[in-house]
């Protein structure tokens, strides 16, 4: 499985940007996706996760109520949309796939990950 992960960029504090990641070499409908970030000298976090056909969802509490994870099977794409984004939110964003939908937060040993995309947010 190939991930491809874009829309990073640089955005004011209460800024909004959304992030993609389309796959391919594998039916992406049996795919679990999730976004995973890691900012300047820290250990990568988890983001946000939804199941194979997108019926369950699950945040950090850091971004619960301000990003929002969607999927497209048609188009082979997962979505972030970060809205009320801080500067705490400064990280290269990656995207990572697995054949199981987990919502253990601590457990990011995903079977496939894709390059980052660097997101700075900004006052």
């Known amino acids: 499985v190939q991930l491809q992960a874009s829309g990073g960029g640089l955005v004011r504090t209460g800024g909004s940007l959304r992030l993609f990641c389309t796959g391919s070499?594998?039916?992406?409908?049996?795919?679990?996706m999730y976004w995973v970030r890691q900012a300047p000298g820290k250990e990568r976090e988890f983001v946000a996760g939804?199941?194979?056909?997108?019926?369950?969802?699950s945040y950090a509490d850091s971004v619960k109520g301000r990003f929002t994870i969607s999927k497209d099977n048609t188009k082979n794409t997962v979505y972030l949309q970060m809205n009320g984004l801080k500067s705490g939110d400064t990280a290269i964003y990656y995207c990572?796939?697995?054949?199981?939908?987990?919502?253990?937060?601590?457990?990011?040993?995903?079977?496939?990950w894709g390059q980052g995309t660097l997101v700075t947010v900004s006052s």
């Open positions: 939804i199941s194979w056909i997108g019926h369950m969802t």
């Open positions: 990572a796939a697995d054949i199981n939908y987990s919502t253990d937060q601590h457990h990011l040993a995903y079977k496939y």
């Open positions: 070499g594998r039916i992406f409908d049996d795919l679990s």
